[in-house]
Each structure stands twice: as structure tokens, then as C-alpha cells.
């Protein structure tokens, strides 16, 4: 898949002002700062479509961009470490909970994961819950050009051996880095893959 066109649509905290479910839609999250919306500039070939910062808890709202006229990105609020007040994580809690278990045209939840780190507890219940709840989703590791390929392959295999103790098999995995012009196509054609057989339904 090529991306030829990727523009804003709408920002909100509520379902009910998503656009209407009648495109395929995919969504990214993650911790905070794990690196979700220079993931989507770099996938969409555009430096200015999803705000970036150096500042976990940036991406405070359900931003909605329509892809080549024909599917939808969503950029997720991160979740964990951000310094924010009480009250706003469990606003963002909320909001973000709806919308991954009622958005009925999102397809595939790609969950970012910092392939620098160990298997952090807050990642592994987020995804506990989405397999409970019967979302689908896929990992993505994040900054893998921060390690050399030993590190790296000995993360992914640290990872998945603690992923094991949760889920009968891994569920699908990427790796990806936004610096280094790393895993756009892997990650498009999957996407592609996934539309295809929606349409065809």
C-alpha cells in the first residue's frame, strides 16, 4: 500500500463525534512518549501530521485522520507515566476505553511498545484487557534503532518469553523506527491486508 494523501479530520474526547464508522479505521497507543504519533508521520510521509513532543501526554484527544480518502488513522492519547492530574488520566481512561470497545469500524489496534525497555506491567494488563474484551490488536516495538541487533533480538526474546506466560502464542508483531526510516511497508501491507478482507466481506 501506498500512501498518497493523509489529512486531519477531527479531534474530540467523545464517541459520539467520531466520524461515522463507514471507513475501515486503525488506531495506535501506547505509554507515553513511546513514540505513537512520530510513528504515524513517518508511515503517512508527512513531519507535520500528528503532533510530536519530547513531553509524555502530548496527544491528549482521539485524533482522526482520513488516509487516501479511504481509511482512518487514529492517534490515541498515551497512557501510564504522563504527568498529568488525577482527574484528567481518568477522564482519558473513560474516553479512550468507550471508543476502543465501541468503535465498530476499528479494525486493528496497534499497541507501540519501546523495545528498549523490559516487559513493563502496564502494557502487559492493557493487553490482558484487550484480549478479554476480544479486540484486535498487534505490537509494535518502537526505537529499535537505539539498539544494536543483539540487544534488540535479546529484548524480543525477553518479551515474548513473558508474553508467554499470559497468551497461549505471540500475538503479530513489528518493529519500527521513525528515525531511521524503519517498518512503514510491513506495517502498511498488513493494514492493506486487513482492508481487503473487510471490504470483501
Sequence with gaps: ???NTAEFVVSNSKLSLCPEPNK?????IGRSNVGNSSLMNYITNNKKLAKTSGTPGKTQL???FIINNHWYLVDLPGYGYAKVPVKTKI???AFISD????RE???NLFVLIDSRLPAQQVDLDFMEWLGIKGIPFSIV???IDKLTSSQLNKNLLAYKKEMLKYWEEMPISFTSSASSK???DALLNYMDGIIAGYEGK
Aim: aromatic share 22%; charged share 20%; net charge positive.
Design 1 to 3: 500500500m501506498n500512501i
Design 24 to 28: 475501515p479505521e486503525f488506531a495506535f
Design 62 to 64: 482521539i485524533n482522526h
Design 91 to 93: 477522564k482519558w481512561e
Design 99 to 102: 471508543y476502543i470497545l465501541k
Design 105 to 107: 469500524n476499528l479494525l
Design 141 to 143: 516495538f518502537t526505537k
Design 182 to 184: 524503519f517498518g512503514k
